[in-house]
């Protein structure tokens, strides 16, 4: 039996960036659910609604970079929210912006999500990015 609790299902969520592929996201998101990403220094802030935008997205950052992997550094539930302290580091595949390819870029950031009836139906994202030997801001 699967578990839809709400850290269970944000779990999950992480996992189709790491190695657990794509056809999980019609399990776990709502059919509007929206994902809204912060802006940063690689480009503007940008709002992912649906399944199919959701999918692009994530094929998008995982033909990006060659090897990313989010590390989920603490999970929070309160109500229908999950707060998440991840880490992502990624080399880049191509140029990309000032980067060149074989760069490698890190990612500190923390993501809230809204989970309902065991799907996501919004998150928020906050980010900076830093230089791949460094440590995550706080536990």
Request: proline content about 5%; hydrophobic content about 40%.
């Amino acid at each position: 039996m699967t578990d839809n609790s709400r850290k269970a299902v944000v779990a999950r969520l992480w996992g189709i960036y790491n190695d657990e592929g794509l056809m999980k996201i019609p399990d776990m998101f709502a059919d509007d659910g929206a994902w809204n990403y912060a802006a940063s220094a690689q480009g503007p802030a940008e709002r992912v609604v649906g399944k199919a935008a959701m999918r692009a997205r994530v094929e998008g950052m995982r033909a990006a970079f060659r090897d990313i992997g989010i590390t989920v550094h603490r999970s929070v539930a309160e109500g229908d929210t999950v707060a998440s302290r991840w880490t992502w580091p990624g080399t880049f595949r191509v140029p990309f912006g000032e980067f060149a390819a074989g760069a490698r870029l890190r990612m500190d950031g923390a993501t809230f999500h809204t989970v309902r009836d065991g799907v996501l139906v919004e998150s928020h994202d906050t980010w900076a990015a830093g230089a791949p030997d460094e440590e995550p801001n706080s536990p």
